[in-house]
């Protein structure tokens, strides 16, 4: 994509930063990660604006702020590792792993799977596994996580989750009705499970067993 460097930047100045993202960590993996790589090449000249686009299988690549405040939300470190329950386009994976050391994202389409390991192989992002199956069960084998991100609208907050965070892990996942959902950060302590509100989001719904029935 021509200019994609300049859109990029665009985009990180005026939807990002202009509007409450600080981390800069955060802010120069947007920089960094080639958003119009992970749409359809007829989508890719909207690839730097400020809404979510279609991936096809009524599933979308989320708004670049959203992406954003749920990355910074979680807050992920250099040494940690992150479980994404719905891989998508594998745009938010990409982002998470210029952040973290490991990337863990599961994906229940196995075609979005297929297509979002050659985009992120093809980019040299190898320190992201994508695997198939309901992430509402998380992924078990490869726990505990210090950080989970839910990229899709929950009814309620799946317990598995929960109990896949290490001590000190976060959650970060929008919970609601199948139209409005409220996005919240869960953190598990020595003390218990505490829970913070975020604010209101809006995102596809989050298929399986402890999520919405397809």
Known sequence: MKDSH?????????????????????????LEVP????????LKYKAYDDYPLS??????????????IMTEALA???????????????????????LCATVYTIERISALASRARRTLDDLGYFNIHVRIGDGTLGLPLDAPYD???????????PEALVEQLCEGGRLVIPVGDQSLQDLKRITRSPDGVSEESLGGCRFVRLIGRNGWKD
């Not at 958003?35 to 007829?42: A, D, L, P, S």
């Not at 250099?78 to 891989?87: A, F, K, M, N, V």
Request: glycine residues 10%; without cysteine; hydrophobic residues 40%.
């Open 6 to 30: 300049l859109a990029r930047a665009t985009m990180v100045k005026e939807q990002l930063a202009s509007r409450g993202i600080r981390d800069q960590r955060v802010l120069d993996a947007f």
């Open 35 to 42: 958003r119009h790589r992970f749409v359809e090449e007829y």
């Open 55 to 68: 991936i096809g299988y009524g599933q979308t690549i989320s708004q670049p702020y959203m992406v954003a």
């Open 76 to 98: 992920p470190k250099p040494h940690e590792r992150i479980l994404e329950i719905g891989t998508g386009s594998g745009y938010q994976a990409a982002i998470l792993s210029r």
């Open 147 to 157: 950080g989970i991100v839910v990229t899709a609208g929950a009814p309620h907050v």
